[in-house]
């Protein structure tokens, strides 16, 4: 079956090019797709426009437009173990991992069937009885939803559900590396109702189809998940056309830890907070920032349960961790491994290939963790987007949140301490657009993510996470028309 969607039609791509997909378990080719290039990439857009401007989508009642989301949800809980096992094959994740993302793809779609039917019009008093003033909100028109490989269903879900409940159309691009959730996504769809051109999708290389997608004329509103780099270059081009755009780029995220803590709590908030799914987490806590007198001790921890963690297939029952996404990326985080021991600091352990028979043909990289870290170390600003703890010291609360903001990010951050009051200081100090206090990684659909600096700008999930898809538009009416006045001649 094609894996493009364009105008109620799944077709191949026009030029006929394809992609294999891997797993990174084995390296392994399980499914090859449709690889979009520029002309198929346009079509979608073209549909989107189409829908947008003359079908009924956007002048459809929201209650029916939520009840499309609700519908999806139930969907993917009908799919729910297809569509985990298609996630660990594309991604390498475990299975409970990718369970849970389904779970989660299904909490954000019921959140915003809610969400999306709150009243949000206004009237507003002028003090004037002959005027009638209000403030009303309309789709933005159509969008481009572009999510990332770690957590491609789980991201593309953030965009498309509230953008659908707004009101708008839709192309969505997976990662050309994690595609075949998105499309199984899009099918459900379908299958719930989304009229004609409403929903579109494109597969291919950024590379190919990503001017199409972001600087088009007929594209409205651009939103991305990814890397710096293609969060900058997307900016740029949409400003021709001073689109809206949102970008969530990533975080280099701290992780302040006090004497005060249990110790072995401590210690498994940490390696949960760096290492789950190997690390490949925009909101990882790859930074350590730990009050001396316990430093010693809590990263001896760390070592000796990251050396525990069982690898393998992430279909296999008892595997706790998979390998990385690609033999390009796991060559990117090694990089880092060697910058690391290049700049001074001192590895624990990791940095290495696994020595596992069954895990060579994969993509696997230990647990790393590097002690004797400063802030002047590239490994400690820059994202590694691998599983590489860094660790730093401090002896005084300034201290600690001086490293937690000595960061050209800020998407996420953490303290953990047992003292109510200094819990709420370091939060409220910390720049960054989640903090947890005890605790590392939770999110729930109705609070808000997103970042600061240059982790990005726009919010996704709670109601700002729809707000970023409507329009807000003030009507004045005059009961009593009269002359203005104004000009006497």
Same mark, same amino acid.
């Given at each position: ?37 520029? +002309? ?12 947008? &401007? ?62 999306? $039917?709150? =009243? $949000? ?23 481009? @939803? ?7 269903? %789980? ?10 409940? !707004?009101?708008? /159309?839709?192309? @969505? ?44 004329? !007929? ?15 997307? !900016? ?11 970008? =969530? ?38 930074? %350590? ?5 316990? !430093? ?20 296999? +029952? ?39 028979? &069954? ?8 647990? /790393? ?49 047992? &003292? ?25 659909? +109705? ?18 996470? @729809? ?23």
């Amino acid at each position: 079956m094609p894996e493009l969607f364009v105008a109620g039609q799944w077709r191949s791509a026009a030029a006929g090019g394809t992609r294999d997909v891997v797993n990174p378990f084995d390296a392994q080719v399980f499914a090859v797709v449709d690889e979009a290039a520029a +002309e198929d990439a346009e079509a979608a857009v073209l549909a989107a426009r189409t829908a947008f &401007d003359d079908g009924p989508w956007a002048r459809t009642p929201v209650a029916e437009r939520a009840a499309l989301l609700d519908r999806v949800a139930d969907l993917l809980q009908r799919d729910r173990e297809e569509i985990a096992r298609t996630e660990t094959l594309d991604t390498g994740k475990t299975l409970a991992e990718s369970r849970i993302d389904v779970d989660d793809v299904t909490a954000v779609f019921r959140y915003y069937a809610r969400e999306g $039917v709150v =009243e $949000v019009d206004r009237t507003v008093d002028v003090g004037r009885p002959e005027v009638h003033s209000r403030v009303v909100h309309h789709p933005v028109g159509v969008c481009t @939803l572009i999510a990332p490989w770690n957590y491609p269903l %789980l991201q593309i879900s953030w965009k498309v559900a509230p953008a659908l409940v !707004a009101g708008n /159309t839709v192309v @969505l691009k997976p990662s050309e590396v994690t595609p075949l959730t998105t499309v199984h996504l899009v099918k459900l769809l379908e299958e719930a109702g989304a009229p004609p051109g409403v929903v579109n999708l494109v597969l291919g290389a950024g590379g190919a189809v990503g001017p199409a997608l972001t600087s088009h004329p !007929a594209v409205d509103l651009v939103s991305f998940t990814g890397g710096l780099a293609t969060g900058r270059s997307i !900016a740029k081009v949409a400003a021709d056309t001073v689109k809206r755009v949102t970008v =969530e780029l990533g975080g280099k995220n701290p992780n302040i830890v006090f004497a005060d803590v249990d110790l072995d709590v401590a210690v498994d908030t940490v390696l949960t907070g760096v290492f789950l799914h190997s690390g490949q987490v925009c909101s990882a806590g790859t930074r %350590l920032i730990v009050e001396e007198s316990i !430093a010693d001790d809590l990263v001896a921890g760390v070592v000796e349960r990251a050396r525990r963690i069982r690898f393998g297939n992430g279909l296999e +029952e008892g595997v706790e961790s998979g390998p990385l996404v690609s033999a390009q990326h796991r060559e990117k985080v090694e990089g880092y491994v060697a910058l690391g021991l290049e700049e001074g600091a001192r590895l624990l352990t990791g940095g290495r290939r696994p020595d596992a028979p &069954d895990l060579q043909r994969g993509f696997f990289l230990e647990p /790393t963790v590097f002690d004797g870290c400063d802030r002047s170390m590239r490994i400690v600003q820059e994202e590694t987007f691998g599983p590489i703890l860094t660790v730093e010291r401090f002896r005084t609360e300034e201290e600690a949140v001086f490293l937690g903001n000595d960061t050209t990010y800020g998407l996420a951050g953490a303290v953990q301490t047992l &003292d109510v009051d200094r819990g709420e200081r370091v939060a409220a100090a910390l720049r960054h657009g989640t903090v947890w206090i005890n605790d590392f990684g939770p999110y729930v659909p +109705e609070a808000e993510w997103g970042g600061q600096r240059m982790s990005g700008n726009g919010r996704e999930l709670g109601p700002a996470g @729809l707000a970023e898809y409507r329009e807000t538009k003030h009507v004045w009416r005059t009961t009593r028309p009269a002359a203005p006045g104004w000009f006497q001649g």
